[in-house]
Antibody, heavy 127, light 107 residues
């Protein structure tokens, strides 16, 4: 059974760069057809899609964050990562990683459906 | 960007009752590209429904989804204690993918 686990610093100073890694176990991140996504949730608030990366390197970012984020994949370590630069208090949130996509019986992949998810990690931006 | 609105904001019910949650998109969703997630306190969201009406693997059949165009519904029959959580709809027909603000299902 596939599992995802986020890791990274829980505290980042304003204007610095937030860096998180998602480790995937139970399946290869190279599994054909899937994207890998980051979603965040400020404490007590709703969910925001950050971006998704295909194992081959194709990337989709949320335009609201596009100028500040980099998502990358490390197939040799079965991981993918998020870097968010120039953070402010507004970036304080639980950050979740998830597999992005559902493959239907006919082999068609529907992107933008997140399952399964990692447990999430809280990143606080504060000096 | 497609904006999703969910109603009601909070729904207070008892175990054994049925629940109907609504989600409306600011424009018609291509091919009913709408998903529903359940989030229990302190946990990550869990996929329940995709393509408006297809249950995800392992989801009990008391959860069902319906709808098309801009209007969608999640129905939960015979509420179990573990069903009391926050439910989010999400569209994946147009980038950026967006979520609704959630409906809290309260005992």
């Amino acid at each position: 059974q596939m599992q995802l686990q986020e890791s990274g610093p829980g505290l980042v100073k304003p204007s610095e760069t937030l860096s998180l890694t998602c480790s995937v176990s139970g399946a290869s991140i190279n599994t054909i057809g899937y994207y890998w996504a980051w979603v965040r949730q400020p404490p007590g608030k709703g969910l925001e899609w950050i971006g998704s990366i295909f194992s081959g390197g194709n990337i989709h970012y949320n335009p609201s964050l596009k100028n500040r984020i980099i998502i990358s994949v490390d197939t040799s370590n079965n991981q993918f990562s998020l870097r968010l630069r120039s953070v402010t208090a507004a970036d304080t949130a639980f950050y979740f990683c998830a597999r992005d996509g559902v493959i239907l019986n006919g082999g068609v992949m529907l992107a933008g459906i997140f399952d399964p998810w990692g447990p999430g990690t809280l990143v606080t931006v504060s000096s | 960007e497609i904006v999703l609105t969910q109603s009601p904001g909070t729904l207070s019910l008892s175990p054994g009752e049925g629940a109907t949650l609504s989600c409306r998109a600011s424009q018609s969703l291509t091919s009913s590209r709408l998903a529903w997630y359940q989030q229990r306190p302190g946990q990550a969201p869990r996929l329940l429904i995709y393509a408006a009406s297809s249950r995800a693997t392992g989801i009990p059949d008391r959860f069902s989804g319906s709808g098309s165009g801009p209007d969608f519904t999640l129905t939960i029959s015979r509420l179990e204690p573990e069903d009391f959580a926050v439910y989010y709809c999400q569209q994946y027909g147009s980038s950026p993918f967006t979520f609704g603000p959630g409906t809290k299902l309260d005992i």
